[in-house]
């Protein structure tokens, strides 16, 4: 069966707790669960398939962490792998870098051989501008857990459910939360 990990930068603690709350969505153990600054390439490669999250800060940057963890994840094979995003990020105080930050992890490895998914449609957000937006969706799940909790589970029930076939192609049992 395809192996899942999640790997998540947070400052604060918000963005490891939707990490946390994914994890359960998917059935994916606490031990498959890593903070970026703790990643080697060895890390990535017993996985199929990696799910990663960042919180976006300043003017649409990632989470400190991310920066070398970047450089890692690109130093590694990616190719064959599938690859979800998520973002957290704060809609009212920065609508105009909205979850920018998942963008450029998109970025820096789209032309990895990694396949994405989970992209998410930008209906029922409210933002200005997101670099994260890309041919009218959001690369990855966006998350306001800050100013938009009341919706955060039911996007996170959303798209984990909207990513399972894809992560899990093989497998008549997949996991359940």
Known sequence: ??????????????????AEKIAGRLGVAQADVYDVANITADTVGRYT???LGTSTWGAGE????????????KGTELSGKTVALFGCGDCESYGDTFCSAM?????GLKDSGAKFVGQVSTD?????????VIGGQFVGLA??????DDKTDGR?????????????????????Y
């Open 1 to 18: 069966m395809e192996k899942t990990c999640i790997i998540y930068g947070s400052s604060t603690g918000t963005c490891q707790a939707i």
């Open 49 to 51: 398939n990696l799910i």
């Open 62 to 73: 990632l989470q400190d962490d991310w920066y070398d963890g970047l450089e890692k994840l």
């Open 103 to 107: 963008a450029e992890i998109y970025e």
């Open 124 to 132: 029922g957000y409210t933002f200005g501008d997101s670099a994260a």
């Open 143 to 148: 998350i306001d857990d800050v100013n938009e």
């Open 156 to 176: 996170i029930d959303a798209w984990t459910e909207q990513i399972k076939d894809a992560l899990y192609p093989h497998s008549l049992c997949r996991p359940r």
